[in-house]
């Protein structure tokens, strides 16, 4: 049986976003039901390169169909500056569950944008009102142009605030979506005060506060 080899453009092209979010909606369901195999991800941290890697196996039942695989992913920080380089770098191994053969070896980084873009979106449909016109993002880096991918898909987004310390990061934000949304820059309480607000970024505090 042949293997599958996707690079990113691979993985881009054959990933619609509205799939992948119908594929995460499974996948929380099946976790729920207990149809889902996920031991905790494990980590390899390397201190002298200010870095890690991690691995994530899992095995679910969907109903109509099951998979297994593992993803074996880094966070870099340092990448973008030093190497011009992501900060994470993903690969994706997906294999039949009955025979383990492995069906397909894709980017990974590709793959964890538009999952962790999808995610949003299943939350943001179960969460946010119907009619949801606006969306708030605090970050404007690069997964922030995938939640916005992703939530327009399941809300009628036509208004956008975005907040992040680096203006540049905004002005880019900002160039890239102007001819889809009304979209600009922003405080983070005007990003919060939108009908959905999606917080992308690595920080350890609280970054948006109550009204």
């Known amino acids: 049986m042949e293997t599958v080899l996707l690079d990113r453009e691979g993985v881009d092209a054959n990933a619609r976003m509205d799939e992948v979010i119908d594929a995460v909606g499974d996948a929380f369901a099946a976790y729920e039901r207990g149809d889902a195999l996920m031991p905790a991800k494990s980590y390899i941290e390397l201190d002298r390169y200010n870095g890690d890697f991690r691995s994530m196996p899992a095995y679910m039942d969907a109903g109509e169909w099951d998979a297994a695989g593992i993803k074996w992913v880094n966070v870099h920080p340092d ?4 190497f011009d380089l992501p900060t994470v770098i993903g690969t994706m191994i997906y294999s039949d569950p009955e025979t ?31 009619e949801a016109r606006s969306m708030g993002l605090v970050g404007a880096g690069v997964q922030s142009y995938m939640q916005l991918e992703a939530i327009a898909e399941i809300r009628p987004i036509e208004e956008v605030v975005v907040s992040d310390l680096d203006s540049d990061a905004v002005d880019a934000f900002v160039d890239t979506f102007s001819d889809r ?21 690595p920080s350890t505090e609280p970054i948006v506060s109550r009204a």
């Open 100 to 130: 383990a053969v492995p069906l397909a070896i894709m980017d990974g980084t590709e793959l964890t944008m538009k999952r962790t873009g999808a995610a949003a979106a299943v939350a943001t449909d179960r969460l946010a009102i119907p």
């Open 181 to 201: 949304f009304d979209v600009r820059a922003g405080s983070i309480a005007e990003a919060a005060a939108c009908d959905v607000l999606s917080t992308v970024t």
């Open 79 to 82: 990448n973008p500056e030093k």
